[in-house]
Each structure stands twice: as structure tokens, then as C-alpha cells.
């Protein structure tokens, strides 16, 4: 017997033995019947109806194949029901007043009598129904569990069967991809001998098609670029004036492994180490960019191939692509396409055959493995006519495990059919000693010491007290350039740090022996110095430098001068500024003020990059040292405890970037986007804030928005434009523009944008002054915007907004586009919020069949589903 033909008989035995209660008690009711009335008798005559029919459909049971023994007692009990269907049928015929005789008092006596006499069997009959009530009761419990085991079961076989058939189909699209990519490639082959699995970039030339692959090549190029590529290698200190000339000395030396000699020779790898802040970027740099690096390596071996030089300076404190592999790779191959652009197809063959193939250009993102597959496709490939050099600086920046980079950078030397030449450089921890100890290397800390010399003697000679001093005292003015010098212990960037304040002092006129107190009370190590620099701080500005250095730490990438100076701004001032661009003057005014405020706050540890100042400029560590330093949870905590636990820097870069919402000159939606996004993630942050001031900062936000989008001519092509013709009638919201769309198919407003992004506390304090939850007709319902599209990081639905939203009147059952809540997909939950909302919307439901099915399919849960919605 198949499950769900039982189940369709067991319905109609419950709904017999419900026919049934209800024909015995009516019969009941009759014969107690007291002014001899028979007002039941045309309702027993339907029930009566009704129950010879389904008398009859349990006389015929349908048939089954195999039926279990469950099924068979089933079909047993239905048996032994329609005996007794018929004997109840011929008692009610035998009390049933017939319809062509009249209703006098003495046939409605006897027909009393007639009942009375037969109650007897009648009150038999209920009590063997009451036994049926239970058997078939207990039956259906056990064909349910059974039925349920089966159907899981089955979802399973039909699953697999599905997956499959999904994987079948999988093949035979990789088959039909290989086809035409195979006919592609026959289309470019000149040769019958050649490998068809690989392009050949001179058969593309050959064939015509070198328009085509010059445009596939420069769109590929555009695409692999990134904003922040070259950024670390144009902040990295140039080298003060003849320093670090040593590196490409020829001669041998002890101390150190000659560079020429390796970039001439056909060993792969060169490590340059040194101590933290002793000058290995600056160094890098200079082989990065100097032209003797190239015309070594176009020496002596090898000198027939030609040198294809690639570069990648990572950096801790900037953004992921900056201290990533990925970040690492895809600029390392942007630079060898840039060089080697015909290279591209053979490079990206998958995207070559799309774009050669349908003219369309894939801006799907690189996946880290697509990368790295065509990484070393390229260089396998670009190995047969050239050789490749890469500089790689700051392998203890890398945010990973640097076992990860010492393994990739290992594997990348050892391509097959490829020349590779890599010099590198980091720190001396343990882990890249092991590693690259045994290739050429140099210690720079080692070598730097006539540098030094050089570099201080110049900056003294430079300062007028200087001169005086070496005018009245030539010997101590030379000792102190050599005590400065061997003090720093080859550490660069402590020099530069002391040679400034010894300038200060010298222009302050200080006394010699002045000037050795101050150098002898001087930290020889980074650590020590940065602490005294702390320390030094004036008592006035101590707080206001730890505010300074807590919004540059919770900013957690770089951060530019402008939003650093409207972060210091005071709250009165944001809140009260209208919405009108500030002038070029004014704004480069309010910056370098702060670069002025921050450099004597922060002493130095964080400054403003010099090249090129602009509102853009970025606010950084002046070291990697520096960050290590202060991010210290001794150090942190010092800092900290300088300003009172309620101030809250995110909340400081939330008025900043509202502030240049309002403040900063038009922009496109990149640019609000952009903006917003910061406001909305900073606001999220800001927890220790009073509750009223955010809210008074979102209505400006609104406010903001709304004044600078009804700014822009509203055009037909415009996204505004096409709201406005979408919805005649409704005014638009700046949320449902462009890019800073709230993704509904309707308008929406604000609220809709506040629920989306869970901010609890705003509606609670709205709906508190009045606020309606009932929208407009035509905009979309704040509880679509709760549940089905929260914009939360998480994307996880706030039940306590959909309870406030449901207590307040919003209606699950509210129909907009056409469309129910329950029309939409269930939202991507975890199944304990998910029961929680759909208790919700059931309780406000108001009894309507509202609810998402659980996840799977079972009868079990499909029936507990539809007893739910049935209640």
C-alpha cells in the first residue's frame, strides 16, 4: 500500500468517526427532545447522506501491492468500520420521519418512542466508535513515523539522484567549453606539431588578431589595477644624498655578499636583513629604481635574454591588498602584462576565449586561486624568452603566517622552463633566518655607519647654532656627530629622531654640556625613545593627543587629513553646520591646521605623508616600529587612561564623515556611497555615545542626503529619474538612489533604511513621538525592510525591531507589489531567530495562513507546518 493512499483512507475514517459523534449526539438530542419537536431531522438526514457515502468508500479499500503490517491493520479496522457505518445508516433510516407524511404530534410521538426503543444500540454503537476514535488514532501516529522515515528517505535517493544528473551536466559543460576553446585555438595554429592547449601569442599576431588581443590586454590591465598598488613604494623615504652607495660596490667583502656579483651570477635569491627602522625599504627602494640594478643583470650570464623586473613593497599599517599574497601577486603580474602584454591570453586563456569568442568582458573579481594559476602560467610561459626579477620588500609586514609567503616565494623560484631572480628583504626573526640564511645576504644594520656620519654631518651643517657651535668648539661639534652616530647602533630611524631634537636644542642655543645631557638621557633603543617621546608630552595636550591617537586606531586603515580634522571637531559645531561645499582655501586652511595640531600632540609617532599635501593625504604611523609599539597593550592602556572612558572614537570619525557629507565640494555616487558606508559602520561602532545625539546625527543624515540628491537634475536615465516614472506620485528617497539604494523594487523612506540596518534604539524613539509603522500605499513595508532585506553586517534579522514593528500595528499579511511578505524567499537566518519571527508574524497574523516551511521537505514537517497555520 502506497503512504499517502493510506493516509487518504485514515482521513476518511477520521472524518466518518466525526460524522458519526456528531449523528449520535443529535439522535441524543432528539429523543430528549421536550415539546416533541424534531428540529434535527434535516440536518441527520445530510449526516445520514454523507455517511452512506463514505460507508461505501471504506467498503471499497483500494488495492495494494505489498502492503506493511501496519497498512494491514489500517485496512482492518477500515473493514470493521463500514459494518458498523451500515448498521448506524439503518437505525437513523429506522428513526428518520419520511417527507411525504405530515408532522402530527402522534407520529412525532411515535417516532420518539421508535428512538426511544433503539437508544439502547445507539448508546452500544457510540461507545464501539469511541474504540475506533482511539485505534485509528493510534494507528495514524505509527503510519505517520513510518511515512516520515520513508519520505526522508526518499528526499535523500531523489537528492542524490538530482546531484547527479547535476554533475553530468557539469561535464558536459566543461566538455563544450573545451570544444570551442579547442576550435579557438585551431583557428590560431600554424603549425600541426604545436601543443593546441597552450596560445601562442605570434600565431595571434599571424592570424590578424592583434587588435583584438591588445584590447583584451589593456581591459585586463585596468581591471588587475588597484587604487593602493604603488602607494608604499612613493611613501618610502628616498635616501639622504649619496647613502646606501655601497650596495653596488663590486668589491668583495667580508661582511657581506656582493650584489653585483649575484645579479651577474645564477644564484636566485638575495635576502637583505637588518634590525626594525635600519633602513632595509629605503634600500629597497633605491635598488627598485635605480638603473644600475637592470645594467648588472644585463651582464655577463645570460646577457642574451632580456630582464623583466617587477616590484612589491608590503606594508602592515595600509590596506589588505597592501599586506595580502594577493595584493602581492596580482601587482607582481600587472607589472610583467604591463611589460609583456601579449602574454595576456595565454596568461588568462579562460577570459581570452570568452572575450574572443562573444566580445564580452569578464569583470567577474579574480578569485585567489584563478591568480595564482595565472601567475604561474605567465611565468612559465614569459620563461622561454625572458627572464624575470622581483624585488620584494617587507616580508614582516605580510598580515599571514610567514610560513605562507616563505613557501610561495620558494615554489615561484622553482617554476619549471623560468629564470627567476628575487631579491627580498625583512626583518631577522627566526623564521626567515631559517629559510634564507644559506642564499647571498647582507645585515644592514652592519653597514650603515659612514651613512649615518654622512647624513647627520649634512642636517647639522644645515643649522645655524650648529655652525656657531663648531665655530667656538670644533672638536666636541665632530665628537658629537661620532656619538650620535655609534649610538644609534645602525638603527636609521633613531638617528633621524635624535638629530631633531638635538636641532631644536641647537637652535634653542643650549650649552655643549647641555647637549650631552640630553644625548646621554636618550634611549639607545626604538622602544625606550618612543616611550620618552610619550612622555614628553605637554600636560595640557595629553588628552587631546590620546583622543588623536584613538580615532587614528579605530580607523583601522589609512585615514585621510580631512576626516581626521572634521574628527576633532566639536559636536555643537557639526550638528550645527548647513549643507554647503567649503571653499578649496578654507579647507586647506582647516588641514594644515591639524597636520600642525597633530604633530604637537603626537610628537611625531603619527604624521601627515609630506609628498604632495592635499585633503587626501593620509595620516600614518611614522614607522612600523611605532605601530608595534603603541599597539602594545601596556603602552594602549596608558594611552587610554589619558582621556575619560565615555569618549568614543568612532563616534569622532562619525561626525567627520556626516560633516564632509555637508561640507565637502559635489561629488559623484561613487563618493556619497563611499561616505555613507563609513557613517553607517562608525555609527554601528559607537556604543558608549548617548543615544539621543546618534539620533539627532541620523535625521541629519537624512536631511543631508535628501538636500544634496534634489540638488542633481533629475533626468529620465537617472536612477531618481526612473523612480519617478516607475511611481508617479511618489517622491523618491534618497535610499532608493542609484548606488545608495536600499534594494526594494518599491521606494522607500528613511525608516525603511533605519530597520534595514537594525538601529533598534531610532525607531523605538520615533514610534515613542508618533511616528506611524503603517507606510504610505506605494512604499515598502517596514517589515519587509526588517526581515527580508537587513543591511546588518551579519545580515541577521533584530527580532526585537519585528516585535516593535508587529506590537505597532504593521500587518504580515499587507500585500505591496503585488506580493506578500511570505511571496519572498525565507531570509537566510539561523533557525532560532527564524522560529521566533515566524512565531511573530503568526501571532499578529490574525489567523491568515502566513509563514515560511522549514527547510526540508519531509511530510512530517509539512503537516506540522499546516497544523500550525491551522490553529
Known sequence: MEPLSALAVATSVVQFVDFAGKLLSGSTRLYKSADGRFEDHADLHTITQTLSKLSGDLQRPPKYDSPSQHIQELRDLCRDASLVAE??????????????????????????????????????????????????????????????????????????????????????????????????????????????????????????LEEQSDRFARLMLQFMKYTEMGERHERISDRHRKTFEWIFHET???????????????????????????????????????????????????????????????????????????????????????????MTPSTFPDRWETFSLLGSFSTVELSWTELLQSFRRCIQQIGKSKRLFFLIDGLDEYAGKPGDIIGFLKQTLASPNSIIKMCISSRPWTVFED??????????????????????????????????????????????????????????????????????????????????????????????????????????????????????????????????????????????????????????????????????????????AQRNFSPNSSVEYLHRTVKDFMEKESTWGKVKAMTPSTFDPHFALCKSFLMQLKKMPPYDMSDLEAL????????????????????????????????????????????????????PGVQPHWTHTGQLSHETFMPGTFMNFVVSHRYFWY??????????????????????????????????????????????????????????????SRPAINMDVYQKINDLLLQYGKGSSVGWPMKSKSFFHRFKFRSRKAK
Open 87 to 208: 448498521e448506524l445508516i439503518e437505525k437513523l433510516n429506522s428513526i428518520k420521519l419520511q417527507s411525504d407524511k405530515s408532522r402530527t404530534r402522534w407520529r412525532s410521538g411515535l417516532q420518539a418512542l421508535r428512538s426511544l426503543l433503539v437508544q439502547e444500540r445507539i448508546d452500544n454503537l457510540q461507545e464501539r466508535v469511541n474504540r475506533f476514535r482511539q485505534q485509528l488514532t493510534l494507528s495514524l501516529v505509527v503510519i505517520l513515523r513510518e511515512e516520515m522515515y520513508s519520505s526522508q528517505y526518499d528526499v535523500n535517493d531523489r537528492l542524490e539522484s538530482v546531484f547527479t544528473v547535476f554533475q553530468e551536466h557539469i561535464k558536459e559543460n566543461q566538455l563544450w567549453q573545451t570544444d570551442i576553446g579547442r576550435m579557438i585555438r585551431e583557428q590560431y595554429k600554424s603549425d600541426p606539431s604545436q601543443d593546441s592547449t597552450q596560445f601562442s601569442p605570434p600565431n595571434i599576431t599571424r592570424f590578424g
Open 252 to 342: 668583495p667583502n667580508r661582511a657581506w655578499s656582493s650584489f653585483p656579483q649575484w645579479l651577474k651570477g645564477l644564484l636566485p635569491l638575495y635576502w637583505i636583513t637588518g634590525k626594525a627602522g635600519a633602513g632595509k625599504s629605503t634600500l629597497m627602494k633605491l635598488l627598485h629604481d635605480d638603473s644600475r640594478t637592470e645594467q648588472y643583470l644585463s651582464k655577463e650570464s645570460c646577457s642574451k635574454v632580456p630582464v623583466v623586473k617587477a616590484g612589491f613593497f608590503l606594508w602592515n599599517s595600509g590596506t589588505s591588498m597592501q599586506m595580502s599574497q594577493h595584493g602581492l601577486v596580482q601587482s607582481l603580474l600587472f607589472q610583467i602584462l604591463n611589460v609583456c602584454p601579449e
Open 763 to 824: 525607531l523605538e524613539s520615533k514610534i515613542s513621538q508618533g511616528f506611524q509603522v503603517k507606510q504610505a500605499k506605494g512604499l515598502a513595508p517596514l517589515l519587509y525592510s526588517a526581515i527580508i532585506r537587513p543591511h546588518a553586517s551579519n545580515e541577521q534579522v533584530d527580532v526585537e525591531i519585528v516585535k516593535c514593528l508587529l506590537e505597532h500595528g504593521a500587518d504580515p499579511n499587507e500585500s505591496f507589489g503585488g506580493r506578500q511578505i511570505w511571496d519572498f
Open 676 to 727: 555613507l558606508s563609513e557613517f553607517i559602520s562608525r555609527i554601528s561602532q559607537s556604543e558608549s555615545t548617548v543615544t539621543d545625539i546618534k539620533i539627532v546625527m541620523l535625521d541629519q543624515l537624512d536631511d543631508t542626503l535628501n538636500h544634496i540628491i534634489s540638488q542633481e537634475t533629475i533626468k529620465e536615465t537617472s536612477p531618481i529619474g526612473q523612480q519617478v516614472i516607475k511611481y
Open 435 to 608: 629559510a634564507f640564511d644559506s642564499n647571498p645576504s647582507l645585515h644592514i644594520h652592519e653597514l650603515t655607519l659612514p651613512d649615518m656620519r654622512l647624513f647627520i654631518s649634512d642636517r647639522f651643517k644645515e643649522n645655524a647654532g650648529y655652525s656657531a657651535l663648531k665655530g667656538e668648539e670644533p672638536d666636541y661639534a665632530e665628537q658629537l656627530i661620532e656619538d650620535v652616530a655609534q649610538k644609534a647602533s645602525g638603527v636609521f630611524l633613531w638617528v633621524s629622531l635624535v638629530v631633531e631634537l638635538l636641532l631644536a636644542a641647537l637652535s634653542n642655543g643650549d650649552r655643549i654640556k647641555d647637549l650631552q645631557k640630553r644625548l646621554q638621557s636618550l634611549p639607545p633603543d626604538l622602544e625606550g625613545f618612543f616611550q620618552k617621546i610619550l612622555d614628553s608630552q605637554e600636560p595640557e595636550h595629553k588628552e587631546h593627543a590620546s583622543q588623536l591617537f584613538q580615532v587614528f586606531r579605530a580607523a583601522m586603515k589609512p585615514v585621510s587629513i580631512t576626516t581626521f580634522t572634521f574628527a576633532d571637531e566639536d559636536t555643537d559645531t557639526i550638528l550645527n553646520a548647513e549643507v554647503s561645499p567649503v571653499s578649496v582655501d578654507q579647507l586647506h586652511f582647516k588641514i594644515d591646521r591639524m597636520r600642525r595640531r597633530l604633530n604637537s600632540r603626537c610628537k611625531g609617532l603619527i604624521e601627515v
